[in-house]
């Protein structure tokens, strides 16, 4: 197991390598691509549901797929080589702001920065202005309570660093 969310309807999902799965407090329901779940990559990372109830399912090589259990679809969010991609397919974080998504990623992509109701896209590489070695994985995302504007992030290789969104500083 590698992560899990209790959703806002009482579901606990359950995201691992092979697969993510959703208890009822009764049976697993299996959401795998085998099992005909339109998933991007069974290898889950991270599971966040945001104040509209979508569930945001991060990923090891299949980016961000967004799944909507009112209506019942999911849409993935990939990396592509254009403006509005997300900087890498390989999430390890994930957290929710007043507007946006906010994705770490691995291997010095940096952090996305995702509107949640555009689905637009801006790509911050914090470790640009930072040694040689980089930022080479973002491992978690938080947004300060007391100052929303501010965003903490850790990394592997510069531990605790924080950004000014409104002035899109680190």
């Not at 085998?34 to 991270?46: L, M, T």
Request: aromatic share 10%; net charge negative; proline share 2%.
């Amino acid at each position: 197991v590698r992560c899990f969310l209790k959703d806002g309807e009482g579901f606990i999902w359950i995201g691992t390598t092979k697969g993510l799965a959703r208890y009822d407090g009764y049976q697993f329901q299996h959401c795998t691509r085998a099992s005909g779940f339109s998933i991007s990559d069974d290898n889950i990372n991270k599971l966040l549901q945001d104040e509209s109830g979508k569930i945001w399912i991060g990923t090891e090589m299949g980016g961000i797929n967004i799944y909507d259990p009112f209506a019942d679809t999911l849409f993935a969010l990939r990396y592509k080589q254009d403006s509005n991609s997300i900087a890498s397919d390989r999430i390890m974080s994930m957290t929710e702001s007043e507007k946006y998504i906010w994705a770490g990623h691995d291997n010095a992509a940096g952090l996305s920065r995702i509107n949640k109701e555009t689905l637009e896209i801006k790509v911050y590489n914090p470790h640009k202005n930072l040694p040689d070695e980089g930022l080479r994985s973002i491992r978690k995302t938080i947004v300060d309570k007391s100052q929303p504007h501010i965003l903490w992030i850790t990394s592997t290789t510069h531990g605790l660093l924080n950004m000014d969104t409104l002035k899109e500083e680190f």
